[in-house]
């Protein structure tokens, strides 16, 4: 499969515990995306990386959240002292361009108990 | 920053009506439009897409204008199947934002 993937597909955390995910892009793409999608509403942006560099970090990404791509290729993003409101559906995309078609991963369900 | 409206679901309709989903937007410039779709179960795609005004995007019947004097990108198909039943997204991207503006989405159920 040469699409997006990410990792775990679902995780079930305790309040107050830290949490990481893993984001897979299409080998060729330079930009990935955070997005975080919540029940009953649309995906919103968290920060974007080209290549390496993280370009934007919107300002739903508190100080708790920090994503990485330390060599271009996958990324992470780790929550610490997670929230029963961090509960979400976490997607990645990658792209190669910037009017290019972003494709998504299949996303990782966060589930703070 | 960017916003989206679209309109409020679920659309019910039955198989080979006629599809318009209303999408207007805010932006900062001209930003690039498009229209995502999530089928059940499945991760988000792309539909189409359009970047600049009066552009027309395309794919599986459906269409969309970019209508930059009245901010809209509405997205319309003629005769509607059951298998398009899906969650519609419109989102713009650009006029000072690099991600995806994402609207809450439309709920569309064809009824055979």
């Known amino acids: 499969d040469t699409g997006v993937s990410q990792d775990p597909r679902h995780k079930i955390t305790k309040r107050g515990q830290n949490v990481t995910f893993r984001c897979d892009p299409i080998s060729e793409h330079n930009r990935l995306y955070w997005y975080r999608q919540t029940l009953g509403q649309g995906p919103e942006f968290l920060t974007y990386f080209q290549n390496e560099a993280q370009l934007e970090k919107s300002r739903l990404l508190s100080d708790r959240f920090s994503a990485e791509r330390p060599k271009g290729s996958f990324s992470t993003l780790e929550i610490q002292r997670t929230e029963q409101g961090d509960s979400a559906m976490y997607l990645c995309?990658?792209?190669?361009?910037?009017?290019?078609?972003?494709?998504f991963g299949p996303g990782t369900r966060l589930t703070v108990l | 920053g960017n916003s989206v409206t679209q309109m409020e679901g679920p659309v019910t309709l039955s198989e080979e009506a006629f599809l318009t989903i209303n999408c207007t937007y805010t932006a900062t410039g001209y930003p690039s439009l498009f229209w995502y779709v999530q089928y059940p179960g499945e991760g988000l795609q792309l539909l189409l897409k359009?970047?600049?005004?009066?552009d027309k995007g395309s794919n599986k019947g459906f269409e969309a204008t970019y209508r930059k004097e009245t901010t809209s990108f509405h997205l319309e198909k003629g005769s509607v199947q059951v298998s398009d039943s899906a969650v519609y997204f419109c989102?713009?991207?650009?006029?000072?934002?690099?991600?995806?503006?994402f609207g809450k989405g439309t709920h569309l159920i064809i009824q055979p």
């Open positions: 995309a990658s792209t190669r361009g910037t009017d290019n078609e972003q494709f």
């Open positions: 989102a713009p991207r650009g006029g000072g934002a690099d991600g995806l503006t």
């Open positions: 359009a970047t600049k005004a009066d």
